[in-house]
T-cell receptor, first 111, second 111 residues
């Protein structure tokens, strides 16, 4: 089955700097790649997603890139703010199969 | 838009007692439904998923079970809780294209 590896497990950045989180997947049939943000004690919330027919998608300060050949995708957060501090999860799926999640990255934005 | 309701929000149960967590979906029909568990500071573990009434797929062997008595209702149960069942339980649902949304979650502490 699908396996998703996520790096790094923790990341600290200064406010205003950029943050990058990377994920790799194993199933070449995977075609859907969402990112979720989970604040402490709350549910994960979808922040951005990408499908295999595009290489990059951007929403304000957040962008996701996908490299299908290398089977990896990344989340980019620019001009980080303290409220960006949270745990971020990547995931992948193909067809109607359940999402397989990475183990998460704890992002800390230091003011 | 789709809304996931989940209850109870928190519960403390003694070892060996039964469990019932309920999840309902509003705003859509025939959703795919999921139960995830998250141990403290850990990732999202898929427990069960369902693509329709009475159809349950189990991802992890354990003393938990799931049922889907109605199209938009998903129940997680146990006859006898173990200490290791403690965690944050999340119901999620989605209708197409793999995108899923999470309920508010249920904090279970087994004592």
């Amino acid at each position: 089955g699908e396996n998703v590896e996520q790096h790094p497990s923790t990341l600290s950045v200064q406010e205003g700097d950029s943050a990058v989180i990377k994920c790799t997947y194993s199933d070449s049939a995977s075609n859907y790649f969402p990112w979720y943000k989970q604040e402490l004690g709350k549910r994960p919330q979808l922040i951005i997603d990408i499908r295999s027919n595009v290489g990059e998608k951007k929403d304000q300060r957040i962008a996701v890139t996908l490299n299908k050949t290398a089977k990896h995708f990344s989340l980019h957060i620019t001009e980080t703010q303290p409220e960006d501090s949270a745990v971020y999860f990547c995931a992948s799926a193909s067809g109607n199969t359940p999402l397989v999640f990475g183990k998460g990255t704890r992002l800390s934005v230091i003011a | 838009s789709q809304t996931i309701h989940q209850w109870p929000a928190t519960l403390v149960q003694p070892v060996g007692s039964p469990l019932s967590l309920e999840c309902t979906v509003e705003g859509t029909s025939n959703p795919n439904l999921y139960w995830y568990r998250q141990a403290a500071g850990r990732g999202l573990q898929l427990l069960f998923y369902s693509v329709g009434i009475g159809q349950i797929s189990s991802e992890v062997p354990q003393n938990l079970s799931a049922s889907r008595p109605q199209d938009r209702q998903f129940i997680l149960s146990s006859k006898k809780l173990l200490l290791s069942d403690s965690g944050f339980y999340l119901c999620a649902g989605g209708v197409s294209g793999n995108t899923i949304y999470f309920g508010e979650g249920s904090w279970l502490t087994v004592v």
